[in-house]
């Protein structure tokens, strides 16, 4: 199982920046998807941002023009360029990866990821 380790967390005000990262410290498969969720207390885990083998992307709508993934396969690192950030992207951000080659548009279904960090914490304030 791969082991992920998310940083960059942070707290910023209404309007500010932050880059996520996640570094897989064992191998990690360029052709598998990797993403980024969100999990605040009292709610369910969602999908923010995805990135394939072939290098797609998916977005959850409520970050759309917002945020940007990427990934250096070099590095074994995926990040998550956080731009505009408001009070409701407030959560825990977790890197998640699959365990089999993913080359179509990613999913945001957590269901479909094997191998999860540990959390960034992120807080915006108003």
């Known amino acids: 199982q791969v082991q992920l380790v998310e940083s960059g967390g942070g707290s910023v005000q209404s309007g500010g920046s932050l880059r996520l990262s996640c570094v897989a410290s064992?191998?990690?498969?360029?052709?598998?998807?990797m993403g980024w969720f969100r999990q605040s207390p009292g709610k369910e885990r969602e999908g923010v941002a995805a990135?394939?083998?072939?290098?797609?992307?998916r977005y959850a709508d409520s970050v759309k023009g917002r945020f940007t993934i990427s990934r250096d396969n070099a590095k074994n690192t995926v990040y998550l360029q956080m731009t505009s950030l408001k009070p409701e992207d407030t959560a825990m951000y977790y890197c998640?990866?699959?365990?089999?080659?993913?080359?179509?548009?990613?999913?945001?279904?957590?269901?479909?990821?094997?191998?999860w960090g540990q959390g960034t914490q992120v807080t915006v304030s108003s």
């Open positions: 990135i394939s083998g072939s290098g797609q992307t």
């Open positions: 064992t191998y990690t498969s360029s052709a598998y998807c």
């Open positions: 998640a990866a699959t365990n089999f080659r993913c080359y179509g548009v990613p999913s945001l279904r957590k269901e479909e990821y094997r191998s």
